[in-house]
């Protein structure tokens, strides 16, 4: 089973300008979770989907934003870029059961990253 | 609200040794679950094990071992005759139930041949 893709894989921006990034989940899971990692600020969970529906979102502006397809597939979109926004963005998806019952969390299974740089 | 604490930002050992990885947590849920993933430097997360708060009983799997304890809030993570493939930053996360991952600062471990 082919794991999570994320694309592209590396990314050189301005700051003003914004930026779409990509996630495809494993086949079957239909939970998708974003996070950005930063040297300083280490993981930081920004948003998660399940069934084109954001269920969770994290402590970040309104610049960042996702959504979801109804394949699963994902992308997030980072507005007006600034030089903090430089970080690996990570991609995770994990199976639906656990989200049903609403009381499980299932394991999540995490993509190689986006590097984003903002010059 | 939910925290974890890696105390140790590095550790360096030798290959063979055995390395103990700590991790405490805070929570006020009575259901949560707790995880550790590797980060090797191709920058990957590996799954590597996920403990539900029911259940305390410690695992190994080859040479890696946790151990779960409720009553000092620790999950800790042995490596046993560390190897060189070893070397990666090691990061602990909670998640109370419908919440997301919250992860530690993360261990650099680096295993010298």
Redesign the interface.
């Known amino acids: 089973k082919a794991g999570v893709t994320q694309t592209p894989r590396y990314l050189i921006k301005t700051r003003g300008q914004q930026v779409t990034l990509s996630c495809s989940p494993i086949s079957g899971h239909r939970s998708v979770s974003w996070y950005q990692q930063t040297p300083g600020q280490g993981l930081q969970f920004l948003f998660e989907y399940f069934s084109e529906t954001q269920r969770n979102k994290g402590n970040f502006p309104g610049r960042f934003s996702g959504r979801q397809f109804s394949n699963s597939r994902s992308e997030m979109n980072v507005s007006t870029l600034e030089l903090g926004d430089s970080a690996l963005y990570l991609c995770a998806s994990s199976s639906t059961a656990g989200l049903r019952t609403g009381i499980i969390r299932d394991e999540q299974f995490f993509g190689p990253g986006t590097r984003l740089t903002v010059l | 609200a939910q925290k974890v604490t890696q105390a140790q930002t590095e550790i360096s050992v030798v290959e063979k040794e055995d390395v103990t990885l700590d991790c405490v947590y805070e929570t006020r849920d009575t ?1 949560y ?1 707790l ?1 550790w ?1 590797k980060q090797p430097p ?6 590597l094990i ?1 403990r ?1 708060s029911f259940d305390e009983q410690n695992e190994i799997s080859g040479r890696y071992s946790w151990n779960f304890q409720k009553s000092t809030s620790s999950f800790n993570f042995t490596i046993t005759a560390s190897q060189v493939v070893d070397s990666a930053v090691y ?1 602990c996360a909670l ?12 261990t650099r471990l680096s295993v010298i041949a």
Request: hydrophobic share 40%; no cysteine.
């Open positions: 259901t679950y995880f993933y191709s920058g990957e997360l590996v799954f996920r539900n990061f998640s109370e139930a419908r919440a997301p991952l919250v992860f530690g600062k993360g």
